[in-house]
Nanobody
Framework: QVQLVESGGGLVQTGGSLRLSCAASGRTRSSYAMAWFRQTPGKEREFIAAISWTGDSIAYANAVRGRFTISRKNAENTVYLQMNSLNLEDTAVYYC??????????????WGPGTQVTVSS
């Protein structure tokens, strides 16, 4: 089992920045890809970004490419999401997720409880 806890959410004005963190604990000796998703009320959970175990493979959703950056520090069992140029459409609950293997294929196996990001005008 892998436990995930997100932090860093909050309220920010349009054009601002936030950095989300996700700390992993539990079965952290295994190699696993990580990802960020987000969800707004009434909508399905949306993929945002993913990163492989070594960081050699990264993917972004079109909606955030060029504005968001995913990174990780395996020694600290932490993955980050740097979010710049935030707009109102970025308001959502952001979830950290871990896959069962080194690359992000299929659906994640583990999820964090989520952190709220609210962008105001």
């Amino acid at each position: 089992q892998v436990q995930l806890v997100e932090s860093g959410g909050g309220l920010v004005q349009t054009g601002g920045s936030l950095r989300l963190s996700c700390a992993a604990s539990g079965r952290t000796r295994s190699s696993y890809a990580m990802a960020w998703f987000r969800q707004t009320p009434g909508k399905e959970r949306e993929f945002i970004a993913a990163i492989s175990w070594t960081g050699d493979s990264i993917a972004y959703a079109n909606a955030v490419r060029g504005r968001f950056t995913i990174s990780r520090k395996n020694a600290e069992n932490t993955v980050y999401l740097q979010m710049n140029s935030l707009n109102l459409e970025d308001t959502a609950v952001y979830y950290c997720a871990a896959y069962g293997g080194a690359y992000y294929a299929g659906s994640p196996n583990y999820w964090g409880p989520g952190t709220q990001v609210t962008v105001s005008s």
